[in-house]
């Protein structure tokens, strides 16, 4: 049975995922993270040099942890924050000289693409009509309908995620009331024009999303949001992360998380449900059908 592996490089962490197929769904066999925080520029920026050895170095070692499993096909694939970077090129040849894998700077419209597909291919029953997904990264939002059989019909990729909003938005730890209330409302004026076909059913997807189950279980309705929300700018985010088993790093970007779900789901018209797979579960079932091909 084929084995499989993505290594994706995203605005907070470095994840590897190696998976094989079992029957139409992927069987996991590893799955790794590593917060490397790149810098929250939300635009034009510099990776620099210290943090992309640092990332070189990570990718290398899940690279070898990968080859370790027999995989017969690895990606490394980079988000927003790479692909806004001035430096990608050094990057990209930093992992080269330290692993000799290339590194694909995926568009937002691929991003979009692979996200929904990991997230509708991980469900056990795919509900009929047009299905929403929304992936929140650190450096952008991307907001998907299609449908199961069809893929994606319509898209829209943001320049905010949860690590650029932080920095700019939410720099008290925790948030302050009034840094929230202004957060929400320049949410509502940046999602006011996403003109969305409206889904039978949506799926989060993203670190912001997946960390919300520990806190609210698989329903990220609007009243889960809120509650979710209370209770991480209750206390700092040391304190929430240690209290919730959480990575201190991600407790910190959480709230930002949250009020970018809040939004997407707005703007989508529907509750969200946390999906089971997001962009590195698509990366490998693109890997899978090619070798079937």
């Known amino acids: 049975m084929p084995r499989c592996a993505c290594i994706d490089i995203g605005s907070n962490t470095t994840r590897l995922l190696v998976a094989e197929a079992d029957g139409r769904r992927l069987h996991e066999l590893l799955s790794e993270r590593a917060f490397t925080r790149l810098p929250a520029t939300g635009g034009a920026g510099e990776v620099g040099p210290q943090k992309i050895a640092q990332v070189a170095a990570i990718v290398a070692r899940q690279v070898r942890l990968a080859e370790q499993l027999g995989v017969c096909s690895l990606r490394v694939v980079a988000t927003a924050a790479v692909r806004q970077a001035i430096d990608r090129a050094a990057l990209a040849a930093a992992i080269a000289a330290a692993c000799g894998v290339r590194l694909e700077i995926l568009s937002a419209e691929d991003e979009a693409r692979l996200a929904f ?10 509900p009929p009509g047009p299905l929403g997904v929304v992936d929140i990264g650190g450096g952008s939002t991307e907001l ?3 449908t199961a059989g069809g893929g994606v019909t319509w898209s829209v990729s943001l320049p905010v995620g ?13 948030p302050t009331p ?7 409302e320049k949410l509502a004026g940046l999602f006011e024009d996403v003109d969305a076909p409206r889904p039978t059913a949506a799926y989060a997807v993203g670190g912001s999303a997946t960390s ?9 309705d ?13 206390r700092p985010a040391a304190e929430v992360a240690l209290r919730l088993g959480l990575h201190a790093e991600r407790a910190r970007l959480l709230p930002a998380g949250i009020l970018l779900l809040d939004a997407a789901s707005r703007a989508l018209r529907a509750p969200l449900l946390l999906a089971g797979g997001g ?3 698509g990366v490998v079932l693109e890997q899978l059908a090619s070798l079937e091909a």
């Open 117 to 126: 597909a990991g997230a509708i291919g991980a469900l056990t029953d795919a």
């Open 144 to 146: 998907v309908v299609g």
């Open 162 to 174: 949860s690590s650029v909003l932080t920095q700019s938005d939410l720099p008290s730890d925790p």
């Open 178 to 184: 009034a840094e929230l209330a202004d957060l929400r």
């Open 212 to 220: 919300m189950q520990r806190l609210m279980g698989v329903a990220l």
């Open 222 to 234: 609007r009243d889960a949001l809120t509650r979710g929300l209370q209770a991480l700018v209750s």
């Open 279 to 281: 962009l590195r579960e």
